[in-house]
């Protein structure tokens, strides 16, 4: 049986934005900017709750998604830190722009909170945690992501289901 058409867009989205985080980390190794950027997370929050409010979600709903997808995406960016740190010859050789990768992930950002307003009502029944588990799954199965960027997507994914 296909896994919840519903909410796959959602979880697919989530692991895409989870994906640009190896470039975040790249952009920001060996650099002085840190992982941690109190700014550009409340630019994030603030463009995605106004999204949200254009289209008719709950902006504290969405809000709160996206709390957990910069999380997520700072997990994954403190673990590579370690990684690279401790196997150096796993470290990048290349640098990405920080402000292109951004642009990628404004818009991811744009089409989760769209996915997110499509579900509204999935994300506040019953099957929704079963559903997105299932979607998990599929994302796992299409996008083979590793353990790291997985366990890292269940948790980004926390806030989902109302
Ligand atoms: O844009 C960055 O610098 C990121 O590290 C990405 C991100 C995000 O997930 O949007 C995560 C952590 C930062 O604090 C700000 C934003």
Same mark, same amino acid.
């Given at each position: ?5 519903? /909410? ?8 895409? %934005? =989870?994906?640009?985080? &190896?470039? !975040? ?20 929050? &603030? ?10 979600? &709950? ?5 709160? !998604? ?13 673990? @590579? ?34 996915? @997110?307003? &499509? ?8 099957? #929704?945690?079963?559903? /997105?588990? =299932? ?11 590793? /353990? =790291?960027?997985?366990?890292?997507? !269940? %948790?980004? @994914?926390?806030?989902? #289901?109302?």
């Amino acid at each position: 049986a296909p896994a919840s058409p519903g /909410l796959l867009p959602v979880a697919s989205l989530a692991a895409d %934005r =989870l994906a640009t985080a &190896d470039l !975040v980390a790249a952009a920001k190794w060996g650099t002085d900017s840190p992982i941690d950027d109190p700014a550009r997370e409340q630019q994030v929050l &603030d463009t995605v709750a106004a999204q949200a409010q254009q289209i008719g979600a &709950d902006p504290d709903e969405i809000r709160a !998604v996206f709390r957990d997808q910069i999380e997520a995406n700072k997990t994954v960016q403190r673990a @590579l830190f370690r990684r690279w740190t401790a196997h150096p010859d796993e470290a990048p050789t290349t640098k990405p722009d920080l402000g292109v990768v951004r642009q990628t992930i404004n818009r991811i950002n744009t089409g989760l909170v769209t996915a @997110l307003a &499509d579900t509204t009502p999935e994300r506040s029944s019953a099957g #929704c945690r079963p559903d /997105l588990a =299932l979607a998990v799954v599929e994302v796992h199965h299409e996008k083979h992501p590793d /353990l =790291l960027h997985t366990a890292a997507l !269940v %948790r980004s @994914l926390a806030s989902v #289901c109302r």
